[in-house]
Nanobody, 115 residues
Framework: QVQLVESGGGLVEAGGSLRLSCVAS????????MGWYRQAPGKQRELVAR???????LYTDSVKGRFTISRDNAKVTVYLQMNSLKPEDTAVYYC?????????WGQGTQVTVSS
């Protein structure tokens, strides 16, 4: 069964922090590189962070130094710690394989950063 379940979003003031979680089915998680994507209103979905099975990470420039991606392979869970949030981080956040995601997407989790 294919499953991606994101959680942890919410409303936060600029400068605040949130920690997102994504539980994936083992068939997706496996030894694959996993990533966090986001889609802001009127914009295309973008990959913001990814992590290999062994823990190597890569970030898009706009979140470097503020976001940290991690994974717990035993729990088939990937996390995104987001610090120093900015209003431009407002989006629906999704997890999926990276950098080539599946056609299937979870429901995402809304992150709203107020100025």
């Amino acid at each position: 069964q294919v499953q991606l379940v994101e959680s942890g979003g919410g409303l936060v003031e600029a400068g605040g922090s949130l920690r997102l979680s994504c539980v994936a089915s083992r068939s997706i998680f496996s030894i694959n590189t996993m990533g966090w994507y986001r889609q802001a209103p009127g914009k295309q979905r973008e990959l913001v962070a990814r992590i290999t099975y062994s823990g190597n990470t890569l970030y898009t420039d706009s979140v470097k130094g503020r976001f940290t991606i991690s994974r717990d392979n035993a729990k088939v869970t990937v996390y995104l710690q987001m610090n120093s949030l900015k209003p431009e981080d407002t989006a629906v956040y999704y997890c999926n394989k990276a950098p080539w995601p599946l056609d299937y997407w979870g429901q995402g989790t809304q992150v709203t950063v107020s100025s």
